[in-house]
């Protein structure tokens, strides 16, 4: 086996026990596996936490949504719209859309708006409406202070309230996956092959780490930063990468991956789903990749807590799955 495998279930519960396998200790080869947090969703994708709930887009219908971490009934925050990229704070969740805006019976607009909306429910409000012509929003972060988002290739921010939209970095290539901590904004260039850094409060962007093929997803902790790579355009296989946060020289913590679809990091493991309908973990220091759930149905979006692992499966019915850690 190239991964020991580690997620529990019961017999009876959906998971198929391997012939000569603990009935104890049983593969996890169909959604009911983990918890169903919410089914029949449409599309969902951009799972973000905080200490109470789980938060996801639709991407069919631009339903962005919320469920107790526990378990309930889907609330619907907002929806109409193209959504993409999400983020939560105390007090609310944020989003970036594209709305076609009608000018003349001749002419529609294409806006990027930033959106946010109270996470106990209400209206939905636009922070900012940006009309110039712009890239499709591809991420979005939020800090005490600031949203930052990025497009095709540039990365902004913009005061929480709203204001005046800076440009932190431009000419990057495709800025697909973005992360924030207290002093900088971080991001990859998939199409650049690098991973990038710059002061929250601006300067001169610095390179972390070039020739990164099609580097993607991106997390970022106390001391290191993470990311993976893929081998081709047509990403055949994928690694797992890690760096000292200041600069240095990139590890594989894990490659000859199937396609990784979502990244996430805890103090002690970094988390990821893939093409293969695979959760995966392994530690932040280095070692064997281990697998907490099989055949899931396009498991995309992934976060962790102090105790479980959430993560969303797009096809047959579209769900938000949790598990133990």
Request: glycine residues 10%; proline residues 6%.
């Amino acid at each position: 086996m190239l991964a020991a495998i580690i997620g529990a279930g019961t017999i009876g519960s959906g998971c198929e026990q391997r012939t000569g396998e603990d009935p104890e200790h049983v593969v996890c080869y169909a959604s009911s596996c983990g918890v169903v947090l919410a089914d029949e969703q449409a599309w969902p994708g951009f799972i973000a936490l905080d200490g109470a709930n789980v938060y996801w887009l639709n991407a069919s219908d631009g339903g962005v949504m919320k469920s107790p971490l526990d378990g309930g009934a889907p609330t619907v925050l907002d929806e109409g719209d193209i959504s993409w990229g999400l983020a939560v704070d105390a007090t609310h969740v944020y989003w970036t859309s594209n709305v076609f805006v009608y000018i003349s019976a001749e002419e529609e607009r294409r806006m990027t708006r930033l959106m946010k909306a109270p996470i106990g429910g209400g209206a939905p409000v636009i922070i900012a409406e940006l009309d110039e012509v712009m890239g499709d929003p591809l991420d979005i972060e939020v800090d005490a202070r600031n949203i930052y988002w990025t497009d095709d290739e540039t990365v902004m921010k913009i005061p929480i309230e709203g204001g005046t939209r800076v440009i932190l970095a431009d000419g990057q290539r495709y800025p697909e996956d973005l992360e924030v901590d207290a002093d900088s904004v971080y991001w990859t260039n998939g199409v650049g092959d690098s991973v990038m850094k710059v002061p929250i409060e601006g300067g001169t962007p610095v390179v972390l780490a070039s020739e990164q093929p099609y580097a993607r997803h991106i997390e970022v902790d106390a001391t290191s930063v993470y990311w993976t790579t893929a081998q081709n355009q047509h990403e055949v296989t994928h690694s797992v990468m890690k760096m000292p946060i200041e600069g240095g020289t990139p590890v594989v913590l894990a490659d000859k991956l199937a396609p990784i679809a979502g990244l996430a990091v805890d103090d002690a493991s970094v988390y990821w789903t893939d093409l293969d309908g695979a959760v995966m973990k392994m530690p932040i220091e280095g070692g064997d990749p281990a697998v907490l759930a099989l055949r899931q149905t396009d498991a995309g979006s992934i976060a962790v807590d102090a105790t479980s692992v959430y993560w969303t499966n797009s096809y047959y019915g579209g769900a938000v799955m949790k598990m133990p850690k």
